[in-house]
């Protein structure tokens, strides 16, 4: 039965504590989750959550798989192939940047079950549907992806950045403009960054207006053009 105000281990389900993981992940990022704060957030001992998911790493896993499941699959049927890719890759894109941990995790955790498998086997559909065939797909979702987790690399480190300097004490806001300065001084030394220090883009993990949207679709123009010349007969 409950006591103090916490939930039973009975009570609890696994699919609320990989929800209330996934907030706590995304306000502090990997290195703040714990089975402590998780247990306060969901009004439960820390054993208890134990019980659910067994450890913390697999915790994780679970949660860097949910996360997948916000990306929407375009009907094939009545969305051609440029735009369901098109699609696909910037909900990609939007959703690991709000759960910017992910990418973090990548490098650390295997993430992939039936969320991700999800995502991956449509996205191979998409270009099997432009007409590549299954080796040809293959690559070229895997272009997309890798180009769509660089580009949400530089703000995952920048957010996990300000949460480290929160973590740390002091003023965060402080401490990252310091930083920049010194970034600054550093790059004044350089013709061509020197030139650009007064604009937008020497903002930490930012990058030019549109930088995403132009690239993926650089990236579709080199991907529609091998189609077309294979059928007028080139490579």
């Known amino acids: 039965m409950a006591y103090c105000g916490r939930m039973p281990r009975d009570t609890l389900t696994r699919e609320q504590i990989v929800k209330a993981a996934i907030e706590l992940l995304d306000d502090e990022g990997l290195e703040g989750l714990n089975m402590r704060a998780l ?40 969305t051609d192939w440029r735009t369901a890719a098109t699609q696909m890759a910037t909900d990609l894109h939007t959703m690991l940047t709000r759960h910017s941990w992910l ?29 590549f065939t299954m080796a040809q797909a293959d690559q070229a979702a895997a272009i997309v992806f890798t180009f769509v987790l660089g580009n949400a690399l530089v703000p995952a480190a920048a957010a996990s950045f300000a949460k480290k300097l929160g973590r740390d004490g002091g003023n965060a806001e402080a401490l990252m403009h310091e930083s920049m300065a010194k970034a600054h001084e550093i790059a004044a030394q350089f013709p061509r960054l020197r030139a650009r220090l007064d604009t937008a883009v020497t903002d930490y993990a930012t990058a030019p207006d549109n930088t995403f949207q132009f690239g993926l679709q650089a990236i579709l123009d080199g991907l529609e053009a091998r189609l077309s010349a294979r059928v007028s007969g080139g490579a």
């Open 103 to 131: 990418v973090q995790a990548f490098g650390s955790y295997m993430i992939f079950g039936p969320g991700k498998a999800r995502h991956d086997d449509h996205g191979l559909a998409i270009y099997e549907a432009a007409g």
């Open 39 to 78: 247990g306060k957030r969901l009004g439960s001992a820390a054993t208890a959550v134990y019980w659910h998911v067994g450890s913390k790493d697999n915790l994780i896993t679970l949660a860097g798989d949910e996360v997948w499941h916000q990306i929407a699959l375009p009907d094939l049927a009545t």
